[in-house]
């Protein structure tokens, strides 16, 4: 392998804890965290993304339905049921760490491609089946909301050299792929790439590097000194000078990581606010936009002028206009030459300081209707969770992240990362009973139970403890020391190590009880072999579920919870 590879590959597995399982499937999920988008990696532990054993011509099958990634025809329906329109893309990845490209090997991953999209089955393979009939589900059931049809990527990874890669064989096996794929006739658009050493060391650097970037900063003021601030200033910027901002700087692509620290997501091309700015855009008044749009602003790790009036910034994220910089960036062809003759008005700070940047992210976004789901970071329980993480009394080792990203390009092992997501999920399956909730999506999950979360008067430990019950669980599985047949009723047996510990329910999370509670859980977990405890509750899942594991559907049942903690409570 070519050592500048190997060195990232090496770094890769001891940052994400994956020393234990074997050389390819870790190079699986290197290359797959390299290529896949940055919110959809988000969504899960990296090891979900392996696919079967044995599994031959796909290492890799990221199904994107709206954003979200789905597993099975479930997901689908559960995504879908209450969408307007409906946007599908899918990402297939063959990842080989030899330093040659096969033809033949390029060939064969596009038949196995075309063969999932035809959903010919795959009955030998559970995993490759579901996500199968996933992409069938939104076919048969969706068709009338797709907004168009499904995009499809497909990466054949490889450690090749540049001149290998682009050899004409390749080129014309490439070709071959894509027409064969495109034939089928109901896709949208179709991309073939097969990447290289040089490929994959780029896209270690887009992801793994500071952003930065110069940009003509036409009109500026600059503000007076603010304590936590080192520069402040308020100007416009061209489009143009804009979409430097936000795209990659190799395909022009949309950058999403510069809006890790955006409390929204983009809503998208229908709602009523962004029609109106893409309908500015497309019009005659499109140079009213500096007095139409409150522009974006942009917080920056450092900055320096240059001369005339360009800047460089470094470290930067977009924490307020998020929908405008999407829409800008859809409408960059409709504009033209008109990229440079349009202005936006940008604010950008320049600080070091975590709690200022807490504060312009609060400020800018109370301005506009933000659903309190997606301030919870900001609260001041997060602050004291987040503090108390830091302290690390029962010496854990996990790190708590409060705001998306905010551990970018920092020295920690990403594995131990608990976001607010996971701790929704840990905390809601092991105290509060509700594993069923726990595999639902995360702003779903803050609707169903939002309310009995992150209290100001909840005990803080609870919370780490649930954490740490999740991190030696999906260790265990990331080992391989427990079947990965036993993962779909993962929170489940987090339910079920508590009952096993307390011998019963757990009390209410403001409790002083819920800390002495916490700690008996503590003692478990400490236990320096799990493997046999978490495989024992997960037979009491199977026997729960009439001596089978229960299917993902009965899983997010709350009768089937109750049907557990009825099998529980008879020991």
Known sequence: MNPL????????????????????????????SLILPEDLIAQVQKSDLLLDQG???????????????????????????????????????????????????????????????????????????????????????????????????????????????????????VATVTEQIENLGFLGRVSVTVLGADDLHDAWVRKNHANEVEIQFEKQVNLPKMPGVDQAILGVVSVAELLKLIETGDENNLDERVFYDNVRGFKGEDNSVNMQIMDTLNSTERSLLPVLNNGVTVVAASYSPKPGDAVAVSGYQIVNGCQTSHCLYLSKQTLGDAVSEVYVPIRLVVTGDEEVATQIIRATNSQTAVQENDLVALSKFQKKLEDFYKLDAPD?????????????????????????????????????????????????????????????????????????????????????????????????????????????????????????????????????DLIATFRELAHSVIAAGGGQMPSRDRLKRQQFTQDLITELMKG
């Open 55 to 173: 599994a031959i011509g796909i290492d890799v099958i990221a199904l994107d339905v709206n954003g979200q990634l789905a597993w099975d025809a479930d997901d689908v329906r559960e995504i879908c049921e209450n969408a307007a329109k409906v946007e599908v893309s899918l990402h297939f990845i063959q990842a080989k760490q030899s330093a040659s490209v096969s033809s033949a090997e390029i060939l064969s991953f596009g038949d196995t491609v075309r063969k999932f999209l035809q959903n010919k089955g795959f009955p030998s393979y559970p995993r490759m089946e579901a996500l199968a009939q996933a992409l069938g589900e939104v076919f048969e059931n969706y068709a009338g909301r797709l907004k168009g049809s499904p995009s499809v990527y497909l990466y054949f990874t490889t450690t090749a050299p540049k001149n290998s890669i682009l050899a004409d064989p390749v080129k014309e096996r």
């Open 396 to 528: 854990f080792k996990l790190t708590y992240e409060r705001r998306s990203g905010q551990f970018y390009n920092k020295e920690v092992t990403k594995n131990r990362i608990v976001t607010i997501s996971d701790q929704m999920r840990a905390v809601s399956a092991m105290f509060l009973d509700a594993p069923h909730v726990a595999a639902r999506y995360a702003s779903r999950l803050y609707d169903d139970i939002g309310a009995a979360i992150f209290r100001e008067d909840h005990k803080l430990l609870p919370y780490m403890v649930s954490a740490f019950a999740a991190y030696r669980l999906e260790n265990a599985f990331r080992s391989g020391a427990l079947e990965s047949a036993y993962k779909p009723a993962r929170y489940h047996i987090l339910m079920a190590l508590k009952y096993q510990v307390l011998g019963g329910k757990s009390t209410s999370l403001e409790k002083g009880k819920a800390e002495e509670q916490s700690e008996q859980i503590i003692i478990a977990l400490k236990q320096h």
């Open 5 to 32: 590879i190997q060195g990232l590959f090496k770094k890769f597995r001891k940052e994400e804890e994956l020393l234990e399982i074997g050389n390819a499937d870790a190079f699986e999920l290197f290359a797959a």
